[in-house]
T-cell receptor
Framework: GAVVSQHPSWVICKSGTSVKIECRSLDFQATTMFWYRQFPKQSLMLMATSNEGSKATYEQGVEKDKFLINHASLTLSTLTVTSAHPEDSSFYIC???????????FGQGTRLTVV | DAKTTQPPSMDCAEGRAANLPCNHSTISGNEYVYWYRQIHSQGPQYIIHGLKNNETNEMASLIITEDRKSSTLILPHATLRDTAVYYCIVYRNTGRRALTFGSGTRLQVQP
């Protein structure tokens, strides 16, 4: 099946700094990618839809100025958590669907810890 | 997308079949039933999907009732590596819409 890769798998950063997470579709082009967040013992919550060449669409309650999404190519979307705080510590997951196919493929996730 | 209802947790003995139920009584005609699983600290993994016919692949079988209001995911010979949270999602795929995850069923395979 298609492969979606995230980098880094885990990151620890200091409060107030920014962190960039990359999501790559390795063997297909993805015009649309999705970013989710998952807190411990909870389900995945959609944060935003990343569209290649245009602005991302954010879910209600997600601050677009805090979670910057860039989808500059058909194989790469990035999520930057700006001025991170401990409450931003979470598991961030991206997904993409290959054109013409129905199943979504997920990255392995990025565990962010803000100290 | 239609709402789904799954039991919060289930146990299964290693080597036995694991049958995970899902209710989706408000499913509409163009919505598919998808199953994903999430092993601890990993991204979700696609298992199988179907519209109205039963489906089988190398991982599992999907049985959908005739009225499509419920379905069962069957892992024919569960192993310890199948311990995970299993999500049943009803979805009309356009490739540009995200999946909506419920709380899923936590399957614990016991040795």
């Amino acid at each position: 099946g298609a492969v979606v890769s995230q980098h880094p798998s885990w990151v620890i950063c200091k409060s107030g700094t920014s962190v960039k997470i990359e999501c790559r579709s390795l063997d297909f082009q993805a015009t649309t990618m999705f970013w989710y967040r998952q807190f411990p013992k909870q389900s995945l919550m959609l944060m935003a839809t990343s569209n290649e060449g245009s602005k991302a669409t954010y879910e209600q309650g997600v601050e677009k100025d805090k979670f910057l999404i860039n989808h500059a190519s058909l194989t790469l979307s990035t999520l930057t958590v700006t001025s991170a705080h401990p409450e931003d510590s979470s598991f961030y997951i991206c997904s993409a669907t290959r054109q013409g196919e129905s199943e979504a493929f997920f990255g392995q996730g990025t565990r962010l810890t803000v100290v | 997308d239609a709402k789904t209802t799954q039991p919060p947790s289930m146990d299964c003995a290693e080597g036995r079949a694991a049958n995970l139920p899902c209710n989706h009584s408000t499913i509409s005609g163009n919505e598919y039933v998808y199953w994903y699983r999430q092993i601890h600290s990993q991204g979700p993994q696609y298992i199988i999907h179907g519209l109205k016919n039963n489906e089988t692949n190398e991982m599992a079988s999907l049985i959908i009732t005739e009225d499509r209001k419920s379905s069962t995911l069957i892992l024919p010979h569960a192993t310890l590596r199948d311990t995970a949270v299993y999500y049943c999602i009803v979805y009309r795929n356009t490739g540009r819409r995200a999946l909506t995850f419920g709380s899923g069923t936590r399957l614990q395979v016991q040795p």
